[in-house]
């Protein structure tokens, strides 16, 4: 597989096709094989870039204590969409650091990209929240918005809470399980995923522990790379919440909620998702 070298690190990738690039980001515990269904539909009209990043397989593993920020992350794809087209790139990114990441990089390099898919970014920032949020960012939250604070409350109490302290036991599975099951993942899918999961686990506890940047709606608003926000019904109502705010200050939007899906609907409904994105990019064309 080939690979690029940003910013004193190397990012494993895999390509199919010619045409305009299109470049996938996965989300976190994730990485380049989470796009399997979406290889051949894309690499048939467009060139499809699928990369992993920082300390994601068959990256090397953080180191023990190394904090990997969703910085460190958007520098390294800006500076790989350099590498290996200049952009301007269709980039697809997944939660994060595949979609709050493109989303940050269409505020600070709209250069680059010809267009953005959002899937259900965890861009808790837009929401006035660091993550965890604090109780005082929850309680603001509260007084602006009851109905996304309860439900944040409610995700916070019943998933990443249960998660964290089985990392914290050092049971590493139990922790991927409860953070997927509270995100719609069934069984079957849970199964699929885990030694994927539990192999970038490392990393995605790095981005955790480096915290996440802040991002304000007067920023979001400055953002004109035309976006299309993808959504699964069945996802927490907090990404919901996440992707209502991104869909009423972005300039140039679209939006697509796929029946029945959970936050990984791109694997659960690939059909529908690639279709979706494939019109969407068709229509961005230069």
Request: proline fraction near 7%; charge should be negative.
């Amino acid at each position: 597989m080939p690979t690029a070298t940003v910013n004193g690190t190397t990012l494993d990738y895999i390509e199919q096709g010619t045409g305009d690039p299109v470049v996938f980001v996965h989300g976190g515990a994730a990485d380049q094989r989470v796009w399997d269904k979406q290889v051949d539909a894309f690499g048939a009209t467009h060139r499809a870039i699928f990369v992993s990043c920082r300390g994601s397989w068959p990256n090397d593993k953080p180191r023990e204590g190394e904090e990997i920020s969703l910085d460190n992350h958007v520098d390294d794809l800006a500076a790989f969409i350099r590498l290996i087209d200049d952009g301007p790139v269709h980039l697809v990114g997944h939660s994060s650091p595949g979609g709050f990441g493109g989303l940050l990089i269409a505020h600070r390099y709209p250069r680059l990209l010809r267009s953005v898919v959002l899937c259900e970014p965890a861009a808790f920032a837009v929401l006035g929240l660091t993550f965890p949020p604090g109780p005082s960012q929850v309680f603001g939250l509260l007084l602006r918005d009851p109905r996304t604070a309860i439900n944040m409350m409610k995700f916070g109490a019943t998933v990443m809470r249960p998660a964290f302290k089985a990392m914290e036991r050092g049971d590493d599975e139990l922790a991927i399980r409860t953070f997927g099951s509270g995100n719609g993942m069934s069984e079957e899918d849970l199964d699929r995923f885990v030694p994927m999961m539990l192999h970038n686990l490392p990393a995605m506890k790095a981005q955790l522990e480096a915290g996440f940047p802040p991002l304000t709606a007067d920023d979001v608003r400055s953002i004109h790379v035309p976006t299309l926000l993808v959504t699964g019904t069945e996802s927490p109502r907090v990404l919901h919440a996440i992707v209502g705010c991104l869909e009423k200050w972005l300039q140039d939007v679209q939006r697509l909620d796929i029946e029945g899906a959970h936050h990984g609907m791109f694997d659960s409904h690939p059909d529908v998702f690639n279709r979706g994105v494939l019109e969407f990019i068709a229509s961005r064309k230069a």
